[in-house]
């Protein structure tokens, strides 16, 4: 139990272009799902997160007109970058959380922006 | 802005020797998570600790959270090659509500 999935898993898109990723819990609903992103030889920081049915909350320093957020149902949650460029090619990670405490990782997303 | 410094961020043993990660923060947190993450993938969870002074065993690894709830460490025993890879330590202030705030990983190689 507790699998999270993430689609695609590699993208490569030209700048200017926007980009969707998607991230569903496959066998358990997740009111609250987390972005992340983790650049190479770092580790993971936490961008957002997704609320259900309820707009996302961004930490500081992510700019929420640029990484748009949709949790439109309890198994799914959507991350759009818009406008890419060069430096938003990263890895990122999205996770849900089945029970209290516990948050499963889904298998990431590489994004290059050429 | 919590921070969890982990050390040390290195580490090469040869297989059969023991070694001991730390996790330590200035803050307390409600829950502290210990993930295994190979290269191109998403962190896999091995364990999460909630109360003070709580040790875990996992097979060769054994897990301990601070009586404050400031720190916790992964110590591992007789260490394997299949051991090689990413730690990294998690912290949440809250429960399964909170993002996770992620020390900055331990890269372990277990030489044979």
Redesign the interface.
Known sequence: GAVVSQHPSRVICKSGTSVKIECRSLDFQATTMFWYRQFPKQSLMLMATSNEGSKATYEQGVEKDKFLINHASLTLSTLTVTSAHPEDSSFYICSASEHIYEQYFGPGTRLTVT | ?QLLEQSPQFLSIQEGENLTVYCNSSSVF??L?W?RQEP??????LV?V?TGGEVKKLKRLTFQFGDARKDSSLHITAAQPGDTGLY?C?G?QG???????????THLIIQP
């Open positions: 802005t409600s829950s998570q993930y191109g993938e998403g962190p896999v969870l999460t909630v990294l998690a949440a429960g399964g509500a909170d993002g996770l705030t992620f020390g900055k990983g």
